[in-house]
């Protein structure tokens, strides 16, 4: 690709994600003024500064739950609706690099965020730079708008809705090109049961990580659990004291490409123990990241089949909690499948409850923005692939006519929330081209 409009500014955004990278902006509510903790707001005030120093104004919102900065004018507003808070960097020994170090090898930047949404961000924040330097002039008001909770509960675009206007459309930097138009609802939820005095176990991983560890340590039962993992095939650590299973960790969107430890850890468990946890995912999950015991056959042309995902697995003397991600159809019903999923727990003697939702995302595909942002995107690579349809989750679905646009091109490996997230180079500077040009056709005509 001919960078014809951001070659200048590629070795300044470079250096901007390295120092973006080197706060470890995750979710921290224990010991802050600020909603989600010192980290993420440290980011959020280096974020506005970056703006500022590429000429744009800013606003932080006094509570600390969002921020944005402005460029342009005009009437209508293009939204760009970003994230700058991060998941955890599990098993950091793991990583080939450290997490929070941003660090460039074999063409490509390693570092937590450098996918999921820093490099992305970043990208976009320069497309209008290089635009600037250009000289072009915007006849409608660029918004980026800067969240801080995405990686949990979005609490940040609740408070940003309730508080500012509407966007006339935009986009998301939190995705994959050509860009996704549907993307399904995202229902978590958690089943609380009653405790056991047999055993206990902690497998507590993030609703959204498909998760590839999940242990258990009754020392006197060890052995027999390895026997039987071996004879199920259920792959784990050679640790003399306690199973720990391991599985394949994919993004819960795409739970059925991944290997879920703690579903393997249940199923084993089930036949030494009687448990209603244990039970209700053993027989409903295990191999079957549709749920299909539970919904039957849930799926459309649009965003393909519901996923679940068992999250977190925890039982205590006291009560066990079973955490599950959905990833719903566009055209499914909410309420119902709400219902079947109830049904099913109360025949466990789990109790339902709604952690959290997020509506689907649907923009037709004869949408203007859609056209616009498929015809500069085709143009500049001579890629026709269609748009898509995802089960993740992004900022555009808190608004209406917003897409999610990029990063990610199809020939670089999703690693966002893995060990040894990584972006390569050439994937950034590709983005942060393809986001000038589209930038451009949006708002400077």
Not at 28 to 56: A, H, V, Y
Not at 302 to 320: H, W
Request: charged content about 25%.
């Amino acid at each position: 690709m001919a960078y014809t409009l951001t070659k200048n500014v590629q070795e300044q955004a470079l250096t901007s994600l390295k120092e973006w990278i080197s706060i470890p902006s995750v979710l921290n509510e224990t010991s802050s003024k600020w909603p989600f903790g010192d980290e993420i707001q440290r980011m959020l005030e280096l974020t506005l500064r970056t703006c500022e120093e590429l000429g744009m104004t800013t606003y932080m919102d006094p509570e600390g739950y969002y921020g944005y900065a402005e460029i342009g004018e005009g009437t209508e507003t293009l939204a760009i609706l970003c994230h700058i808070d991060v998941v955890p960097a599990e098993d950091e020994a793991a990583w080939k690099f450290g997490p929070f170090t941003a660090t460039i090898d074999e063409g490509k930047i390693y570092g937590r965020g450098t996918q999921d949404d820093k490099g992305p961000t970043i990208a976009s924040l320069y497309a209008v730079k290089a635009l600037v330097d250009a000289g072009e002039v915007f006849n409608k008001k660029i918004r980026f708008i800067f969240g801080t909770d995405e990686e949990n509960l979005w609490r940040c675009m609740d408070k940003y809705n309730e508080k500012e206007p509407e966007a006339t459309y935009g986009f998301a930097p939190d995705s994959d090109f050509p860009l996704t138009y549907a993307e399904k609802g995202l229902l978590q939820v958690k089943l609380h049961g009653p405790g056991s005095k047999d055993f206990q176990t902690h497998n507590d991983g993030a609703f959204n990580v498909v998760p590839d560890k999940a242990v258990y340590n009754e020392k006197e039962k060890v052995a027999e659990m390895k026997a039987l993992a071996d004879a199920r095939g259920y792959s784990y650590l050679d640790q003399a004291d306690e199973l720990v299973l391991t599985g394949v960790s994919v993004h819960a969107k795409d739970a059925q490409d991944g290997v879920n430890a703690v579903v393997n850890l249940a199923d084993l468990l089930k036949e030494h123990y009687e448990h209603e946890a244990l039970a209700f995912i053993a027989d409903n999950f295990v191999n079957d990241p549709h749920a299909k015991q539970i919904f039957g056959e849930v799926a459309d042309a649009d965003s393909g089949a519901l996923t679940a995902n068992i999250a977190k697995l925890l039982v205590t003397p006291d009560e066990s909690v079973v955490a599950i991600d959905l990833r719903l159809p566009v055209t499914a019903d909410k309420e119902a499948l709400v219902a079947d999923l109830k049904a099913a727990a109360t025949t466990y003697g789990l109790e339902y409850e709604e952690y959290d939702y997020l509506r689907s995302l649907y923009v037709p595909l004869d949408h203007s923005l859609i056209q616009t942002l498929l015809e500069v995107y085709r143009g500049l690579t001579g890629d026709n692939s269609e748009p898509i349809s995802s089960g993740g989750a992004t900022y555009a679905r808190t608004m209406n006519n917003c897409v999610a646009f990029g990063a990610r091109t199809a020939d670089v490996p999703m690693t966002a929330h893995q060990v040894n997230e990584n972006m390569p180079v050439k994937n950034f500077y590709e983005a942060m081209e393809i986001y000038a040009h589209a930038i451009k056709a949006l708002t400077c005509d």
